[in-house]
């Protein structure tokens, strides 16, 4: 079962979201808070899988705390719950697996329920992997779990050309095909750190063994042009570790 930490200072809104999530047999409440200083403590102790987290707090921003977690050996998912529509582009910028409006409506929760269901369950089948992985020569022979009509298939790592973003959704483009994945970019910028990829976008990861072309543009950013022909956009905060990495 899914273990969730609920932070929201109105105890209404916050009593009315357990409850909604008390009707799901697939996650539990173990535990909540009305401020994030709180809640920092209780999520490092309890290691809950997922966070719903109000973003208009007392005297404190819930963005504050998301961006703390991220930093945490073993990250939960976040789950934005807001009257506020203007941050979901912030949200999404902090890889956010969810961005939920107020009032709370049930079928919209039981949607979110259900992505982070399955988000947790690739997150164990990468973790599997990596405990077999364990102690072996060669860590750079590795798959990728992506889940394609209802099915987990199992990827090799040096087929990915890229990971991008399209309408705040993560997908995979490899050799042969393109897969939606319920995967944030933050993940799997972690688990592809001992690999050649690398981050050139705050929306997009590249393989660097298929950069063919590098093309300047505007403001010190550039253009990466793969070798199936991919034109993907470096923006300027990241132009900098891409010259370092590529040598130019």
């Not at 998301?66 to 506020?84: E, G």
């Not at 890889?95 to 919209?108: G, M, N, Q, T």
């Not at 988000?119 to 072996?136: D, P, V």
């Amino acid at each position: 079962m899914i273990r969730a930490y609920v932070v929201e200072d109105e105890l209404f809104a916050r009593e009315d979201l357990k409850d909604i999530l008390s009707q799901s047999n697939k996650i539990e409440v173990v535990g909540e808070a009305d401020g994030i200083h709180k809640a920092h403590v209780d999520i490092q102790q309890l290691e809950p899988d997922v966070v719903f987290l109000d973003i208009h707090l007392a005297n404190t921003n819930g963005i504050e705390l998301a961006d703390k977690l991220r930093s945490l050996k073993n990250p939960p998912f976040i789950v934005f719950a807001t009257a506020f529509e203007e941050y979901a582009v912030k949200a999404f910028e902090l890889d956010a697996a969810d961005y939920i409006l107020k009032p709370f409506d049930e079928k919209r929760i039981e949607r979110t329920i259900d992505k982070i269901v399955k988000w947790y369950q690739l997150k164990k089948e990468e973790s599997r992997q990596q405990r077999a992985n364990h102690g072996t020569q060669n860590l750079n022979l590795n798959k990728l779990p992506v889940v394609k009509d209802d099915r987990i298939i199992l990827i090799d790592i040096q087929n990915i050309f890229y990971f991008g973003t399209e309408n705040r959704h993560v997908f995979v483009k490899t050799v042969d095909d393109k897969y939606d994945i319920d995967t944030n970019l933050y993940e799997i910028e972690k688990k592809l750190e001992n690999y050649s990829f690398l981050r050139v976008h705050r929306g997009c990861i590249i393989n660097l063994q298929y950069v063919s072309e590098i093309e300047q543009w505007f403001n010190g950013t550039y253009n990466i042009i793969l070798s199936d022909g991919s034109k993907l956009p470096v923006s300027r905060s990241y132009a900098k570790t891409v010259r370092q990495y590529l040598g130019f």
